[in-house]
């Protein structure tokens, strides 16, 4: 069935949140620096790796960028076009020629696992795509590793990953948050302020407003419930379970969203500890693991719906925006906090309201630093040039990541206080095939998008 041009909330029945970078900001700046931290300590002191991964200069932040794909076979890291083609590389942190891009893929510069991760996302032992925050520092410290085998020897294939695997678990395995093991979540319990944003109490009263309008409230998130209750309570109150009619932790997304019942059951959980599986899931509550098929059906049930409206919002193409929208037929929101950075000031998408956020105080308290959202080696979020393709002089194209936004997401918005204020029945363009590509956008597109515009917002 074809949808209306226009979304709205108000027409929704089920509005659903993922946790990490969707409803509970962090500060980027210190978490970025932990998250490395974590992974480094455990390469050096557990698997035996050069101290110097431990050091970071300043600038080297500058290397991370959302949307980048390792390709670990030959140690590069990847931008792509839409179709597939590499617009920049690097092998390691140096940054690849436009020479050297073509003679390692090719007049056409191709990269060859592209069908396999395009319109499936499929996980790899060839590849990995860096498509949220907390991996993000992930890619800086693997194109180090790179540096460094390459100064100690001429390497012809690049196994680090397995031990990258490991400390990945390591720090944020099940039992890390009580245990006190690793770096990350000892140091967020020690001093939650200092990586965590509070929700405003404008965002606060917006999900009081959606409860109070008869939406059912759901949380989704793959983090733990120790973690999960740290964040909440910091973010939100003591009270938080009172907005959440159904609150899902460990849910191991996207398995989530497409895994039948049998292989995913919803667990009970006592004292944060998993309990038995339920063949079923009759009641709103708290659970952990579980399927979507067995929430739908719960949600029928709430909403006396045979069919009910479900929108969920996501930071996350891989593991929110695309199963959500491609397996379960939902609306979704990307919360994408680039577009704080490369959205005009000067065209805004709302027909009723053009005055810019800033000026009406819409974002509350003080903005934390903007790198690494934005990296001035990677270029735009959005589109990009390509120089020498096929004969050609500069040709600018879309990336991989901005043609997904416009495939899978309904909306895409910069963070919940962008829309927070608005009546719940506010009208939003929604990206459609046929529409300009900078359609969805809210509250304003990304200027690279806007034909004609062509400054960037002025950072403060």
């Known amino acids: 069935m074809a949808r209306a041009e226009d979304f709205s909330l108000a027409d929704c029945d089920v509005i659903g949140f993922d946790l990490d970078h969707t409803l509970c900001r962090y500060n980027v700046t210190a978490t970025f620096a932990l998250i490395y931290d974590s992974f480094a300590q455990y390469l050096v002191e557990q698997k035996g790796y050069d101290r110097e991964l431990m050091t970071v200069s300043p600038d080297a932040w500058d290397f991370c960028f959302k949307g980048l794909l390792l390709d670990m076979e030959d140690g590069n890291l990847l931008k792509l076009s839409e179709d597939g083609t590499v617009v920049r590389a690097s092998h390691g942190t140096r940054i690849l020629t436009a020479e050297e891009i073509l003679e390692t893929y090719g007049k056409k510069r191709k990269w060859k696992h592209f069908k396999t991760i395009n319109g499936v996302f499929a996980r790899s032992g060839k590849y990995h795509f860096y498509d949220n925050y907390f991996d993000l520092p992930g890619a800086l410290l693997c194109a180090r590793i790179v540096d460094l085998l390459d100064q100690n020897r001429n390497v012809k294939k690049y196994e680090f990953w397995k ?25 967020v319990k020690k001093d939650p302020g200092k990586y965590l944003l509070r929700c405003s109490e404008s965002v606060k009263d917006w999900l009081r407003r959606l409860k109070n309008a008869g939406k059912v409230l759901l949380l989704i998130t793959s983090s733990h419930s120790d973690y999960c209750r740290l964040l909440c309570e910091h973010i939100l109150g003591e009270d938080f379970e009172e907005i959440f009619d159904i609150i899902i932790t460990n849910a ?69 925006i695309f199963p959500a929208h491609s397996y379960n037929n939902c609306e979704t929101v990307l919360v994408l906090e680039e577009l704080e950075v490369e959205a005009s000031q000067q065209v805004t998408m709302d027909r009723q309201d053009s005055e810019p956020l800033e000026k009406k105080g819409k974002y509350e308290g003080p903005r934390h630093k903007m790198w690494p959202v934005v990296s001035a080696r990677w270029g735009s979020y959005f589109v990009d040039a390509v120089t020498g393709l096929e004969g050609e002089g500069e040709t600018q194209v879309h990336t991989w ?48 998008l806007i034909p004609g515009v062509s400054e960037p917002i002025t950072q403060e």
């Open 163 to 187: 031990d990258v695997i490991a400390s990945i678990e390591y720090n944020y395995k099940a039992s890390a948050f009580k245990e006190d093991s690793g770096i990350y979540f000892p140091s």
């Open 252 to 320: 191991l997304k996207p398995g989530f969203f497409t895994q039948i019942p049998q292989q995913r059951p919803f667990r009970t959980l006592a004292n944060d500890e998993e309990r038995e599986p339920l063949p079923s899931l009759e009641q709103p509550g708290w659970y952990s693991q579980g399927n979507w098929s067995h929430l739908n059906e719960l949600l029928k049930k709430i909403t006396g719906k045979a069919e009910p409206k479900v929108v969920y919002f996501g930071d996350s193409m891989r593991s929110d």
């Open 401 to 448: 990541c901005s043609n997904n936004i416009n495939t899978y997401s309904t909306i895409a918005i910069p963070s919940l206080q962008a829309i927070a204020d608005l009546p719940l029945d506010h009208k939003f363009p929604r990206f459609c095939p046929g529409k300009p590509r900078f359609t969805g956008y809210y509250p304003r597109p990304p200027v690279p």
